[in-house]
């Protein structure tokens, strides 16, 4: 992709709407070889961005789901201890003997996400998304300064694998805490925000065919004003789409009916949500149309 544009062109393609900076920030991290980290409120479409990023390359896409106790193992790679004991076993039975270099071989490794990028055939690199990086510990982000850096991994046992097509690697986080410098300074950053109005509804609008004009634009909009509300858990885009699919599915035309107030499950996740939610669905109800 040879600009900024093209790269928004080519998410467009695949029904991800890019601004300006998220188009800038792609095109860098391509061009540079970089890490993109990606921040934003939940709902803001880093998760998205990765995927249609996959599809727009045309390209495999790689899965880290970060989580509170995410291992080594998990994320990198593991040992199979089981083929390696059946090894052994097989090698008594034939009464050989196996060295340590016998059994920590390529062929005991058990490949996890981020190993799986380094060491991916090509010639298309794959794309790796870290997601969520904000969930793990944070001594886990230490473990990524090597292959943030450098795309390769060391295992003692081997030695450094070094990436003949490097992933293109993007790493999201919902901000629950801070991240390490060291690993800001690894990486590419851009803050996600709320898109703006018309790309909003731009976004819902593929997301939801089926719905009308007058219900996706006055549905996306007041979902905008919710997020000002200050709820506890503000709004993103996918609640936004599930609250227009859920309406039109109901055959709602707009937010007028009485019953809507039964749907704001889909924008409103707590108790004291709904009652806010409610209340300012009542008052938008009152608004001469
Ligand atoms: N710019 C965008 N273009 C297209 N769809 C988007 C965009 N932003 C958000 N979405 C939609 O909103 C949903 C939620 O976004 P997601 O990536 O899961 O948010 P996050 O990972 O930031 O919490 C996605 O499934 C996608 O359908
Ligand atoms: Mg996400």
């Not at 790269?7 to 695949?14: G, H, I, N, P, Q």
């Not at 790689?62 to 509170?68: A, D, F, P, V």
């Not at 081997?158 to 490097?166: I, Q, S």
């Not at 939801?208 to 996706?216: D, F, K, Y």
């Amino acid at each position: 992709m040879k600009d900024p544009l093209a790269v928004r062109r080519r998410l467009e393609a695949v029904d991800y709407l890019a601004d300006d900076g998220m188009a800038m920030a792609v095109f860098l991290a391509l061009e540079l070889g970089k890490p993109l980290l990606l921040e934003g409120e939940p709902g803001v479409g880093k998760t998205a961005a990765a995927k249609a990023l996959a599809r727009a390359l045309d390209t495999t896409l790689i899965r880290l789901q970060c989580y509170e106790g995410l291992t080594p193992g998990e994320a990198l790679y593991e040992w199979n201890y089981q083929r390696q004991l059946l090894a052994i076993r097989l090698a008594e039975a034939r009464h050989a003997s196996l060295t340590d270099a016998d059994l920590f071989a390529v062929e005991f490794l058990q490949e996890r996400p981020i190993l799986r990028a380094v060491r991916h055939p090509g010639p298309v690199p794959p794309v790796l998304l870290i997601d969520e990086i904000d969930r793990a510990d944070d001594e886990f982000e230490a473990l990524l300064f090597e292959f943030l850096g450098e795309s390769g991994i060391t295992i003692p046992e081997l030695g450094t694998f070094t990436a003949t097509t490097p992933p293109v690697v993007v790493l999201t986080s919902n901000r629950s805490r801070d991240l390490h410098d060291a690993l800001r300074r690894r990486c590419l950053y851009h803050w996600i925000e709320f898109p703006e109005p018309g790309r909003a509804t731009e976004i819902v609008r593929r997301a939801v065919p089926g719905a009308t004009e007058r219900l996706i634009g006055t549905a996306t909009a007041f979902v905008g004003d919710v997020r000002a509300l200050g709820l506890d858990k503000a709004p993103g885009m996918a609640e936004a789409i599930d609250w227009v699919a859920a309406l039109s599915v109901l055959g709602a035309a707009d937010l007028a009916a009485d019953d809507v107030v039964r749907t704001i499950g889909a924008i409103a996740k707590t108790p004291d949500d709904r009652a806010a939610v409610a209340a300012a669905l009542a008052a938008h109800q009152e608004r001469p149309a």
